[in-house]
């Protein structure tokens, strides 16, 4: 139960109503949602607010988006590896449910009335009642944050070799400087997207049932990049596309061979997302054309019976980007509505030109 706090201060100064990091109110209405962790493109500063201001019952037309600084208040800023919804959806709903939660608080001890007789519209707490409303910015004072901006390049954005330099070099000449590198310096000193190699076979029954699979993928690790001696890739990098795979076939065999790393490689974007999931796509459709099925067709028989793939179940070790499997579980119910959705709105190969190939591809990623 939320108890109601003073709006004001002892002296009478108006104190502003800041129940958590993340949500301030001003007095003008406009609510403040401070977004935490950084945008490079991807749209975090909109889908991480948005969670916020559903939760706390928010008019859109009077939210202001402001990045933080770099606080530990905020916990983990780290962003990268795809995790900022994953990570923060719940926390992010808890802080807007229990922002509105207060303020309908608020404005039920000086209406003096139960909170549970009071309701929320956006940026509003009404008295169901008697019809009285008071908006958010009647319960609030202003509050001021700067903004600070990432700007695009995914990965590479977690290597801080370049944030060192120019510490240095700042240091060194006594004032702000902005370090370029050139062309060369770039590419002798950069961290690259790894090469891979894949050899993918499968068997089919005499009805076109896929009855066997073989996925052998060979990658440098992004690991020998901090660890001497590392030709094998990580769970991790075998659950982007190989481990993880979500077709419901009787027999499975996933193979990593050896790949020792001759340059810098880093976590860019989809990381190993990108050749394992062509390369599953690309086989799915040469097996659905041998079986001389339609692939959409085919693609969902793959899938199976809708079920929670248990990939723990044979022993393997998969991490799930870091994420509860029973959270973030692979359900081929769900990959299946997006499969029948995706050729709804596609329309092809209807709509595809005879020179253009299509096919159904079905796999998780970043």
């Not at 994953?86 to 608020?106: C, D, I, T, W, Y």
């Not at 793939?309 to 870091?322: S, T």
């Amino acid at each position: 139960m939320y108890r109601a706090s003073p709006l004001t201060s002892s002296s009478g100064v108006k104190a502003v109503f800041a129940p958590n990091v993340y949500v301030a109110i001003a007095p003008s209405g406009e609510i403040v949602l401070v977004v935490h962790r950084s945008e490079m493109g991807t749209g975090i500063r909109t889908s991480l607010a948005m969670i916020l201001a559903d939760e706390l019952d928010a008019d859109w037309k009077t939210v202001k988006v402001v990045q933080a600084q770099g606080d530990a208040k905020y916990g983990d800023q780290n962003t990268d590896g795809s995790r900022s919804i994953r990570q923060f959806f719940q926390p992010l709903r808890e802080a807007g449910g229990s922002a509105r939660q207060m303020l309908v608080a608020a404005a039920a001890a000086q209406w003096r009335v139960s909170p549970a007789s009071c309701r929320t519209e956006p940026g509003h707490v009404v008295h169901s009642a008697s019809g009285r409303r008071l908006s958010y910015g009647a319960l609030a004072e202003a509050v001021t944050i700067n903004v600070t901006l990432l700007g695009g390049g995914f990965g590479r954005k977690s290597k801080p070799d370049y944030v060192a330099e120019a510490a240095f070099l700042a240091r060194e000449v006594g004032a702000p400087v902005k370090p370029t590198w050139t062309r060369e310096d770039d590419i002798r000193n950069d961290y690259f997207h790894a090469v891979c190699a894949q050899h993918m076979e499968g068997g089919l029954d005499a009805q076109g049932k896929t009855i066997a699979w073989l996925h052998r993928s060979v990658f440098p690790s992004i690991g020998s990049t901090f660890t001497p001696n590392v030709i094998y890739g990580s769970a991790g990098e075998l659950g982007q596309g190989v481990t993880d795979m979500p077709y419901e076939i009787a027999n499975v065999q996933c193979e990593n061979g050896a790949a020792p790393a001759h340059t810098r490689i880093g976590w860019y974007r989809s990381v190993y997302n990108i050749p394992h999931g062509f390369a599953l796509g690309s086989f799915v459709d040469e097996l659905a054309a041998a079986a001389r099925q339609d692939p959409v067709q085919h693609l969902l028989a793959l899938l199976g019976s809708p079920r929670r793939v248990d990939l723990h179940a044979p022993g393997g070790d998969y991490p799930n980007y870091g994420a509860s499997i029973d959270e973030y579980p692979i359900d081929t119910a769900r990959y299946a509505a997006v499969v029948r959705a995706a050729a709804v709105r596609s329309n092809c190969p209807q709509r595809c030109p005879l020179a253009m190939g299509a096919g159904s591809l079905s796999t998780a990623a970043f």
